[in-house]
């Protein structure tokens, strides 16, 4: 599989997410940045967070509206590269429909996540967490 379809199958297993599934995608080190918060270090840290993400939230819907990406080295078309991808992030909170622009990049090699860093703005969340 490439990076590519790595990354699209790995957006569109969060819209009934299983975490153990999820967390199958990562390599044993990977870092996992929502970039306004900690980072979470380890499949196992990943699993974890993804499972009380689920808890609080449900699935999320990732809407890709573009992704791009790059290899290494035709060697390294099968399964290293980096991808980025530009989306909404949807999902509930107190009632509330978040609709959260992302950008997300991707770091692969040898067809898993090492690295993955969301960036995007937390005030539609804490205005959610707030009640409005």
Known sequence: MSPDELVT???AEWSDPDPAAIADY??????????????????????EFVAGFVAA?????FRVQRQVGS????????????????RVDVFDINDTRVELPV??????ADGKITAWR???DMAPIQA????G
């Open 128 to 131: 959610a967490t707030a009640g």
């Open 71 to 86: 290899v290494g080295s035709a060697e390294d078309a099968g399964g290293n590269g980096v991808i980025m991808n530009e």
């Open 26 to 47: 990562f390599s044993e080190d990977a870092v996992y940045h929502n970039i306004p918060m900690e980072p979470v270090c380890g499949r196992e840290a990943i699993r």
């Open 103 to 108: 950008v997300g990049v991707f770091e692969i």
């Open 9 to 11: 199958q790995f957006c």
């Open 57 to 61: 939230f449900g699935g999320i819907e």
């Open 118 to 120: 969301d960036y995007f």
